[in-house]
């Protein structure tokens, strides 16, 4: 009760343990434990092509929840990202296919139209007083008839691999036969990581999300982070669309449907609260993992592919069930 | 009309200036008269008490102060120098730094990112984590507090230690005047005695404090000098050594005319409700009260005291976790509102806006909201003609002021919102009200009605038990006033009480403090200052 | 903050005392763009004016008519019921949402398919069974939501997982269009009528009547009241006595019903039950809850009406129909998506703007 007051040291959470969350270390010792289940339990998982296979299928998820994360740590949520990833696949393969760009430059104009998106959701959440689940469910519908009429009706098949280093083929194979996409996304889950964890700015998403009006007393520029954090998102999202257009091939109408509640399901799992005021990054490339160990281990175990799902949703009550638990149990005392 | 002394503050050299300086301030909030022409002086380096009862105008002296809300009238100088009134940054910037009761903090981050959040000490915007920590150590050294807690998130904290915490904030800018509303509320002794340790430090550095406390005892432990605030007044200003908590609180009441005092007799009788030794842990304790049908029983407490929580326990809905109800002579459990809905107990919350009252909805709806089985046909379809007579009805006999039973309750004032709340409760009439701070933020006129109603559901042989910290109102209404103090109850006073013997008693009026305070019920001991 | 919403009846009621005209335009132009109900009729009656006139003037592909408006309510009934569903959650309070209206229909919708599909049970008992699946499934969410403290948007988001998977499972997959779920089909068969231009079956024997029981238990029954309550404020609602988890529960466990309504209808009208009948393109839960917001329904709970969901509904369902005949091939079905999206956000936009003038909080 007292604890402020006494000298003796206190029996809290030591300053190194913080570095990483409780629910990360859990997630870190399920994944490991599926994982070595999973190479007793079948032949094929721990493989390298099995590995890089499932790295390289939840890499979009991961980058996209890695700027979805900020977003919901300010107590917002964008449920647009599909849409907005659609927007900027179709642009993406036009612009290799038919304008023949270069890489950089598909990655740039992906970027760029990625932020320019993103912006749209920030600024209409912050200077227009909307509630972010509005705002997003509008854009969602906006950008899915957007990147429609640059379908011009008809699939964009035979798009070339220029993006081919973020693809899942051959050319997308980096260190230690990683793919690229996976190691983009650590890179910036590391990077987001220092910047939430060290920045000044990346704290006061936290504030914000802890309590806004409080915030805005301390002399934190509320809306300019909040437009932040959805840029943020956008930005990602436009890396992820050329993970997605990497290997080339077909990008179809339909595309990015559901993305969504893919990238919510991971950062949720990945400990980071709806309600905003806690999450981190690492929680959400874990998540992502987890959500994509189990779908290999469903494929590799013979079991109906649909089950998938069923497991995801069973995981996301666990998640969060734990964490609710726990803050019953900080708040009893 | 003050009677501030001439002589400068009690441990200021006779020729410094004051810090602050407030002349003639002024300030109405519609037809109500908040402050009238006060005169404050602070000097360097000392601890400055400002006390008075609810409504004296204590806080709106506090909010003009840190810029929160612009005087009508008078000036303000900070080191002889004229501050501009009604901008928080130019007080901030001026050196004025507050601490409010609730504490400002930001669950999720550290207690060193708290102590610094929107102006964190950084390079190339990376937060100084080395830095602000060593700051913060070293300030929590420098507060008698566990440095150790400097990396805890403060959502681990107790609320208690988050006030330290909000303190050692305000500390932190580095403030010139520092003005802390109410910070013992919720503090244990132990932690009173750190919080002292640290203002007295920073005094020692010429910080000057405004001290504002509802605990009297605390003043002669701290404060340097006292000011008291009456009805918008200043009616006194001096060393707090010259003043016994008696003097205090005699200064505090005034000789009012105690108006519209009730004679009433109530019949002995069983009680219709009793509680013995009920308790709730580190809320209050062995609490014993009794009150009769047609009775009217008061606790009455300071911030922090329990009282409020003993009334929510009887209610159920923080339920004590020890000790005993009865109601009307048979033992009953109180786990939830349905349970003490069903003996007939009904409670009026404190906090009309939060707990209290729907606000875009109409008047037949708040009211009719607790009654929906007796407004219905056949339990499942809302009688709407009953529910709008019985609005209506209740427009009239209570006298709220509006236009009809659908007008929408966000759109009358809190007098006539407080009514409707109260007018759920009477429905049925209750046998037995509980009412919690019922005239709060009410305007004369309903307050008087307010009594006049609480009166009339005695006469009419409900039991009745008033949480309130109005004095007056206590005073007015109670057949019996139950003093509560650190969670026990510490005394009890008859009808005819003066309200200077009250008040000490639940301040804590002894000269060694606070900690020989509980457990006394007698009224003999009361006084003695 | 979201309080103020029904204000202007109360402006009305003050002043009865003649007024100039312009002031009294004035205010009925503040009455309809404050009162959404009022909004969404001026702007129904517009679309519907603006695009007979555009039939009649031959810009669009077909007559715009009474016959061609009411065939297109064919879509109107599950989108209508699940923005009711949204509705009532929603208004409900503490963040209520319910992304898996749209499983819970596929999953429901199998049920009925194998109790008459495959089991070849009558229609009348298995169709109240799959209503009782879709309310059992809703309790599910109920019961995470009210009384284990999930967030709504993390509850439902699993579940919306989990009853999709386990429709998917159920039959492997493939959907059951045998026989006599064939014949269902002339459940939803256009109805032959007098004076009115033919409707859709669907139409008189299952949305009617749902939206009437909605409307009753909302404003009618003791039950809207507590909804109402707990949405509003569930602190005073706990201090007036009310069960506020319960009332909450069973908002959910009615989402569920009206979600097993849909699935009925659903495999009536494709005369097959699909597995992902609810999860095909954007899914229904968000359009659904499009429609219930845009009905006026607060976010934050406590507010919205019956009236405002089904005239959202019928006002985007034959904004749709219009849209569908002024542009040719797939064209329409995006320009839809543009009015959706433009006409939420707008309102929401207009909503908070009319919010801040009368000096609303937020």
């Not at chain 1, 900027?88 to 950089?104: I, T, Y």
């Not at chain 3, 039959?171 to 006599?180: E, K, V």
């Amino acid at each position: 009760m007292t604890g402020l007051v006494q000298t003796v040291p206190l029996r809290r959470r030591r300053p190194i343990a913080r570095a990483v969350e409780g629910q990360e270390l859990a997630l870190v010792v399920v994944i490991a434990a599926l994982w070595l289940a999973l190479s007793f339990g079948t032949s094929t998982f721990l493989t390298g092509s099995n590995l890089r296979n499932i790295l390289f299928a939840v890499a979009a998820t991961a980058i996209i929840g890695i700027g979805m994360t900020p977003v919901i740590v300010t107590g917002g949520i964008d449920v647009s990202v599909g849409s907005m990833a659609a927007v900027v696949m179709v642009v993406v393969a036009k612009l290799v296919r038919d304008a023949g760009a270069p890489a950089p430059l598909a990655v740039l104009v992906a970027v760029a139209l990625g932020l320019a998106l993103g912006c749209v959701n920030g600024l209409l959440v912050s200077l227009g007083g909307i509630h972010p689940i509005i705002v997003t469910f509008g854009t969602l519908n906006v950008f899915r008839f957007v990147a429609l009429r640059i379908f011009e009706n008809k699939q964009v098949a035979g798009v070339p691999d220029t993006l081919g280093w973020f693809g899942g083929g051959q050319a997308g194979l980096g260190l230690l036969g990683v793919p690229h996409a996976w190691w983009l996304a650590m890179v910036l889950a590391a990077l987001t990581w220092c910047y939430m964890r060290y920045w000044a700015t990346g704290r006061h998403w936290y504030a914000i999300g802890n309590d806004a009006d409080a915030a805005r007393l301390a002399g934190i520029h509320v809306r300019q982070r909040i437009v932040s954090a959805y840029a943020l998102t956008g930005f990602f999202v436009g890396l992820a669309a050329c993970v997605l257009v990497g290997s080339g091939g077909l990008v179809q109408q339909n595309a990015g449907t559901g993305l969504e509640l893919q990238v919510i399901a991971a950062v949720v799992i990945g400990g980071t609260s709806i309600l905003g005021g806690r999450g981190t990054v690492l929680g959400t490339l874990l998540g992502a993992l987890l959500v994509g160990t189990v779908t290999s281990a469903i494929t590799l175990l013979g079991w109906p592919s649909e089950l998938t799902e069923l497991f995801i949703g069973a995981f996301i009550l666990v998640a969060v069930g734990v964490d609710l638990v726990r803050e019953r149990r900080r708040r009893a005392r | 009309m003050t009677t501030a002394d001439t002589r400068p503050g009690a441990t200021a050299s006779a020729t410094a200036p004051p810090v602050l300086r407030l002349t003639g301030i002024d300030k109405r909030y519609g037809g109500v008269h908040a402050l009238r022409g006060v005169d404050f002086e602070l000097a360097r380096g000392e601890v400055h008490a400002l006390v008075g009862e609810n409504g004296a105008g204590k806080s709106t002296l506090i909010k003009i102060v840190s810029g929160a809300e612009t005087p009508d009238a008078g000036r303000i100088e900070i080191n002889g120098e004229t501050l501009a009134t009604g901008s928080t940054t130019s007080a901030l910037g001026a050196g004025i730094a507050t601490v409010y009761q609730e504490p400002q903090l930001f669950g999720e981050l550290t207690v060193a990112e708290n102590v610094f959040i929107g102006r964190e000490r950084r390079r190339a915007g990376i937060v100084q984590r080395g830095r602000q920590h060593e700051e913060v150590v070293s300030l929590l050294e420098r507060m008698g507090l566990d440095a150790a807690v400097a990396d805890v998130r403060v959502a681990d904290l107790s609320v208690a230690e988050q006030q330290l915490v909000s303190i050692a904030k305000a500390f932190a800018s580095q403030p010139r005047i520092l003005i802390l509303d109410e910070p013992s509320a919720i503090l244990t002794d132990r932690e009173i005695e750190t919080l002292f340790a640290a203002v007295r430090g920073m005094c020692d550095s010429g910080v000057a404090v405004i001290y504002i406390s509802h605990r009297l005892d605390e003043l002669a432990q701290i404060t340097d000098r006292v000011t008291v605030l009456r009805d918008g007044q200043v009616v006194a200003s001096r060393p707090t050594r010259e003043l016994s908590v008696r003097a205090v609180a005699e200064l505090m009441v005034g000789h009012k005319l105690e108006t519209g005092q009730v004679n009433r007799t109530v019949a002995d009788a069983e009680p219709a409700l009793a509680a013995s030794g009920l308790g709730r842990q580190d809320v209050f304790a062995d609490v014993n009260l009794a009150v009769r049908p047609g009775e009217v029983v008061a606790l009455y407490g300071l911030v922090g005291s329990g009282a409020a929580s003993i009334a929510r326990a009887l209610y159920g809905i923080d339920p004590a976790d020890s000790g005993a109800v009865r109601i009307n002579g048979r033992d009953v459990a109180l786990k939830s509102p349905a349970d003490a809905v069903r003996h007939g107990i009904t409670m009026l919350p404190a906090n009309r806006k939060v707990q209290g009252v729907f606000s875009s909805k109409s008047i037949a709806f708040n009211i009719s909201s607790a009654h929906l089985r007796l407004l219905s046909r056949a339990r499942l379809w809302v009688n709407r003609g009953r529910e709008r007579s019985v609005a209506q009805d209740f427009i009239k006999r209570i006298a709220i002021k509006a236009p009809g039973p659908a007008t929408l309750v966000g759109n009358l004032s809190g007098g006539n919102q407080q009514k409707v709340v109260l007018a759920r409760q009477l429905v049925e009439r209750p046998r037995i009200l509980l009412l919690e701070e019922p005239t709060q933020g009410v305007d004369v006129g309903a307050k008087d009605e307010i009594h006049r109603i609480i009166v009339d559901l005695a006469d009419a042989g409900s039991a009745v038990l008033v949480v309130s910290s109005d004095l007056p109102e206590v005073l007015q209404l109670a057949d019996r006033v139950l003093v509560v103090r650190a969670g026990r109850i510490a005394a009890s006073f008859d009808r005819g009480a003066r309200q200077a013997d009250v008040l000490a008693a639940a301040a804590g009026d002894d000269g060694s403090g606070r900690a020989s305070a509980a457990g006394r019920d007698s009224t003999t001991e009361v006084g003695a200052a | 903050m979201t309080t103020r919403t029904a204000e202007p009846e109360q402006l009305k009621d003050d002043k009865t005392e003649p007024v100039a005209v312009g002031a009294r335009i004035a205010r009925a132009l503040r009455f309809v763009l404050s009162e959404r109900v009022a909004l969404l009729s001026v702007l129904l009656v517009i679309v519907v004016v603006w695009f007979w006139y555009l039939g009649r003037n031959d810009y669009l592909v077909a007559p715009y008519d009474a016959d061609y408006l009411a065939s297109a309510l064919e879509t109107m009934v599950p989108l209508c019921l699940l923005g009711l569903a949204e509705f009532i959650v929603i208004v409900s309070g503490r963040g209520g949402i319910d992304l898996s209206v749209g499983s819970i229909v596929s999953l429901s919708g199998m049920a009925f398919g194998f109790m008459v599909g495959q089991w070849g049970w009558p229609v009348l008992p298995a169709l109240a069974l799959t209503i009782l699946v879709g309310g059992v499934l809703g309790a599910a969410n109920g019961l995470l939501v009210a009384y284990l403290g999930f967030p709504a948007l993390i509850a439902t988001l699993a579940t919306y997982y989990a009853y999709g998977s386990l429709a998917l499972v159920s039959n492997d997959r493939a959907p059951i269009s045998t026989r006599p779920i064939q014949d269902l089909h002339s459940l939803t068969r256009p109805l032959d009528l007098p004076v009115v231009p033919d409707l859709p079956a669907q139409m008189l024997t299952f949305l009617v009547p749902c939206v009437l029981v909605v409307w009753l238990v909302i404003n009618r029954s003791t039950y809207g009241r507590k909804l109402y309550a707990i949405g509003t404020n569930d602190v005073a609602a706990r201090f007036a006595n009310l069960d506020v988890r319960q009332t909450r529960f069973r908002a959910y466990v009615a989402s569920g019903l009206l979600s097993g309504v849909v699935a009925v209808v659903t495999v009536a009208q494709f005369a097959s039950a699909r597995p992902d009948a609810g999860s095909v393109g954007n899914g229904m839960a968000l359009p659904a809850i499009t429609i219930a917001v845009l009905g006026g329904v607060a976010i934050t709970g406590g507010l919205g009406r019956v009236a405002g969901v089904v005239i959202a509904a019928l006002l985007i369902i034959w904004l749709n129909a219009g849209i569908l005949l002024a542009f040719e091939g797939s064209d329409g079905s995006q320009f839809q998506l543009l009015a959706l999206g433009a006409v939420l956000v707008l309102s929401a936009l207009l909503n908070a703007i009319t919010l801040r003038r009368r000096g609303g909080v937020r």
